[in-house]
């Protein structure tokens, strides 16, 4: 089926909306008849009268009705899309991101901190789960996944994961929990721990700890919400293994406050991409920056 002709559709836009074939045929400097010879051709290629005489007044049809909704629709469009590219001087441009639902809000302010109010950068932002991520990277609906577990490699992926940090992981808790700076054995078994679930890597880094330690810890909750994590360890639930940097604000302020004693553990960060034809240079700068 051939395509519509745009400029036929626009010749029966401008008339409609004047509601006079010669008056807009003098504005668009075309003769009454060859404007009236480009609207036949749309009406043929609708197969539907668009405008009906009524004495010297044109008067749409319902055809024609339905015809400029789609027409105004169109148009309009355009008019957008001539003044998104004319501002500046340059289009903007679009960063899709998608970050795994739990991961840590704070890590992925910084790494998009490079573009982050950029006159000319409009960031897309999706969370979810990690195979919703990835499906939605392989149709080329986002750009990046941001996640803390990177997906398996196989012969049939077109995956690309980039290790962009490693975090460290400490154990982060309210002021009187330190009191008297006890030992990190101490602390571990004198306090309730809020964990990350059993699938995640910080935690069995975790459990290999309290292993060599003879130490079986008083578990207050198990977690894979790193915002939820971070809120329990501000009720003072527990102590919380957590990297610093998802309650940097907490720490800061002294509402919360990290243990000197190291454990040893680190949290491993990942950007998600494929191959594409036409890489993004915001993603590139971005990929660069966390490098």
């Not at 036929?8 to 010669?22: E, I, S």
């Not at 919360?256 to 004693?261: F, G, P, V, W």
């Not at 990942?270 to 700068?285: D, G, I, Q, S, W």
């Amino acid at each position: 089926m051939p395509d519509m002709n745009y400029n036929h559709l626009r010749y029966f836009w401008a008339v409609a909306h004047d509601g006079n074939l010669t008056r807009t045929a003098g504005k668009l400097n075309l003769s009454q008849s060859a404007l009236s010879v480009q609207i036949k051709k749309l009406e043929d290629r609708l197969g539907h009268a668009l405008f009906e005489r009524r004495g010297r007044q044109l008067h749409l049809t319902e055809a024609g009705r339905i015809t400029l909704d789609y027409a105004d629709t169109i148009f309009d469009a355009g008019k957008d899309l001539l003044g998104t590219l004319s501002q500046r001087g340059r289009p903007r441009q679009v960063l899709r991101v998608g970050a795994l639902a739990t991961l840590s809000r704070n890590f992925q302010i910084e790494f998009l901190r490079p573009v982050l109010g950029l006159a000319d950068v409009e960031l897309v932002l999706r969370s979810g789960t990690l195979v919703e991520l990835l499906q939605s990277l392989e149709t080329l609906s986002l750009d990046v996944v941001l996640t803390n577990r990177a997906p398996a490699h196989d012969v049939m992926s077109n995956f690309m994961s980039q290790p962009i940090s490693d975090q460290p992981v400490s154990l982060i808790g309210t002021p009187a929990r330190f009191e008297g700076d006890p030992p990190l054995a101490t602390l571990l078994r004198d306090n309730p721990i809020i964990l990350p679930t059993e699938d995640s890597p910080v935690r069995a880094g975790f459990d290999r700890l309290c292993a060599r330690q003879d130490i079986n810890p008083t578990i207050a909750a198990e977690v894979d919400d790193v915002a939820m994590m971070r809120l329990l360890t501000r009720e003072n639930i527990g102590l919380g293994v957590l990297p610093p940097i998802a309650v940097q604000n907490e720490l800061q302020s002294g509402m919360l406050i990290e243990s000197q004693h190291q454990m040893g553990l680190s949290e491993s960060f990942h950007a998600v991409t494929v191959a594409r034809k036409f890489p993004n240079p915001l993603l590139e700068t971005l990929l660069q920056n966390a490098r």
